[in-house]
């Protein structure tokens, strides 16, 4: 099958940076976008900042300036440079990813969300 391992968080002062990583193993055909997830206490998981297997990115308003993605499709891994964060960061932050996977020896496909177990981020002083 496929995994998702994520890496990376942890507690880090108003201001700091952090790096989270996330790898994709396992049977992959190819990936399409991925990207990061967050979700704090009380609140719905949102989108944080996504990436195309072509590169483009796309990032929640909160984060622009602050944040970066990129990917590594060599190594099926995406990178979020997280910098001066704040407080409202805060959250367990969760990797998904848009594979495809080859299911059949005729060659057939199926193309299916997955996600890591997550990851904590707290920004606190």
């Known amino acids: 099958q496929v995994q998702l391992v994520e890496s990376g968080g942890g507690l880090v002062q108003p201001g700091g940076s952090l790096r989270l990583s996330c790898a994709a193993s396992g049977d992959i055909f190819s990936i399409n976008a991925m990207g990061w997830y967050r979700q704090a206490p009380g609140k719905q998981r949102e989108l944080v900042a996504v990436?195309?297997?072509?590169?483009?990115?796309n990032y929640q308003d909160s984060v622009k300036g602050r944040f970066t993605l990129s990917r590594d499709n060599a190594k099926n891994t995406v990178y979020l440079q997280m910098n001066y964060l704040k407080p409202e960061d805060t959250a367990v932050y969760y990797c998904?990813?848009?594979?495809?996977?080859?299911?059949?020896?005729?060659?057939?496909?199926?193309?299916?969300?997955?996600w890591g177990q997550g990851t904590q981020v707290t920004v606190s002083s």
């Open positions: 990436i195309t297997n072509g590169g483009g990115t």
């Open positions: 998904n990813a848009d594979i495809e996977r080859v299911i059949s020896t005729r060659g057939d496909r199926t193309r299916e969300d997955y």
